[in-house]
């Protein structure tokens, strides 16, 4: 399986949020080589002073594979993301049947893949899941750097994520 060229995809699912204001999150699943569902992250844009946090693009990639009649076969497919899955989101895909999730970004702040599955209920401890991540993080790093950059931006402003985006970019600054 093409990594980067799966992995691509998704970030092309998030340049669609981050065009739309949105925070920069893609997500691809992709069953057989072939791409069964996408979507980008939606709910970050301020209305009514409320932040949706259960629009995130793998949640979305999901409920696309619910709503459409197509065989799915989850423990064949994978889901490509442009950041670490959330603890809610990596709940869910492991619900899913879904046995392999590739990143690009890790989210130190909320990031859920590296939960040890095995203190947990044994519905999720018998989990058999393949992490892979880095994946073209650097281009992913890149979406995130610039919308914590937006003037206008109040999604995770002053965060743990947002300092620790700034300064992995700060990193690689010659000087």
């Not at 069953?31 to 709910?43: D, H, L, P, T």
């Not at 979305?60 to 442009?82: D, G, H, I, Q």
């Not at 990143?103 to 095995?118: H, R, S, V, W």
Request: aromatic share 14%.
């Amino acid at each position: 399986m093409d990594y980067d060229y799966y992995m691509g995809l998704a970030l092309e699912q998030a340049q669609k949020a981050f065009d739309q204001g949105e925070f920069p999150v893609g997500c691809v699943i992709v069953q057989n080589e072939k791409v069964i569902a996408s979507s980008a992250r939606k709910g970050t844009v301020q209305d009514n002073f409320f932040f949706s946090e259960i629009d995130h693009a793998e949640i979305r990639a999901l409920k696309y594979l619910e709503r459409n009649n197509m065989e799915v076969f989850p423990e064949k497919s994978a889901l490509f993301c442009t950041m670490e899955p959330c603890l809610m989101c990596f709940g869910a895909i492991i619900l899913s049947g879904i046995k392999k999730i590739v990143y690009a970004y890790e989210d130190p702040m909320g990031g859920g893949t590296k939960c040890n599955l095995k203190k947990l209920p044994p519905l999720y401890q018998n989990c058999q899941m393949e992490i892979i991540s880095g994946v073209l993080r650097q281009k992913s790093l890149d979406f995130f750097y610039n919308f914590f950059n937006k003037e206008n931006n109040l999604y995770w402003k002053n965060s743990y994520l947002e300092k620790y985006t700034l300064d992995q970019k700060k990193e690689k600054v010659p000087k």
